[in-house]
């Protein structure tokens, strides 16, 4: 966690249990996750999957009846939203509402061609928001992910900035201590189970860290170490892609602007969170400084083989 980088928290958990962390203050203090927020979407639709109030390949038409009846929009899928290969355009940092997102144009055929960028996470929020209110759940996708995963892992201490339209934003939405994202990454660790209880879809949970024909270092939602097709201004901030050969084939990465990550490895039983300032002016101009995810790794697994589990606070 260094300074130079703009370093503020860091947890490295082994089976559990936590090797290394900065001191407990900053674990505790909720922060901006920024893109880290979107891995939340996909685990959201594993569990909306096993309430049997989606799946993977529905068109998203089914809810968004405007998208009925237009040649291209009837096309996508709940995946390719998730998978960022919607074919929407979108400018990073500037999520519409989700009604504007609803109505962006398409600037690629759906599933050919990666396109990071908050317009996706926005429709699925929309996409969620009816789907909730057809089923006769109360509340929105924040509160419906409040209830089956937050809660239940003693997530608290959270908040959820809301958009121009007073929505919960999808993309880069979640304010929230180390501790807690580290309790997000061992339930994706245990398979997405909650004192024993799994409640995702396990099909659906497993399709999340599957890469995609358009960018295979992409699940739905999720970062995977593998070679990318789609290397951009955007994309380039992480380089698990360049060091694919060397990490561990199971790990899966939610990342966020300033470098905020969550690292999970289940073959390694390892989980890791690390927290950063975001210098937004920096990351505006595209300058990601020369922060590596590859040799972040490889420090916190040095510190995994090297120390036996810390005390818990």
């Known amino acids: 966690m260094s300074d130079a980088d703009r370093g503020l928290a860091v947890l490295v958990l082994k089976d559990g249990e936590p090797v290394c962390s900065s001191p407990r203050p900053t674990l505790d203090q909720p922060h901006e996750l920024w893109s880290g927020t979107k891995s939340f979407l996909g685990i959201m639709a594993a569990i909306a999957a096993k309430d049997g109030l989606l799946s993977l390949d529905e068109p998203a038409a089914a809810t968004l009846t405007e998208w009925q009846d237009d040649p291209q929009r009837e096309k996508i899928t709940l995946r390719h939203l998730l998978s960022m290969t919607s074919g929407h355009k979108s400018r990073v940092g500037r999520p519409p509402g989700y009604g504007k997102a609803v109505a962006s144009d398409i600037a690629a055929p759906p599933g050919s061609k990666f396109l990071y960028g908050p317009v996706p996470s926005q429709i699925f929020g929309e996409v969620m928001r009816l789907k909730l209110q057809a089923y006769g759940k109360s509340g929105g996708p924040k509160e419906y992910l409040e209830e089956h995963l937050f809660a239940p892992l003693g997530i608290e201490d959270y908040s959820w900035r809301n958009g121009p339209d007073k929505q919960p934003l999808m993309p880069q939405g979640v304010v929230m201590s180390a501790r807690d994202w580290a309790k997000f990454g061992e339930f994706v660790r245990s398979g997405g189970q909650i004192g024993g209880t799994q409640i995702v879809d396990p099909d659906t ?95 916190a697994l040095e510190a995994v083989d090297a120390k036996a589990p810390l005390p818990s606070n």
């Open 205 to 299: 949970f497993e399709a999340l860290f599957e890469g995609g024909a358009a960018n295979a270092a992409y699940g739905l939602s999720w970062w995977l170490p593998r070679p990318s097709q789609s290397k951009d201004a955007v994309t380039a901030t992480t380089d698990i892609d360049d060091y694919a050969d060397l990490l561990p084939a199971d790990m899966v990465v939610a990342a966020g602007a300033g470098n905020q990550r969550l690292y999970v490895i289940p073959s390694l039983g390892v989980t890791i969170v690390r927290l950063a300032e975001l210098d937004l002016a920096a990351a505006l101009r595209g300058d990601h400084g020369k922060w590596s995810d590859y040799e972040f790794i490889q420090l």
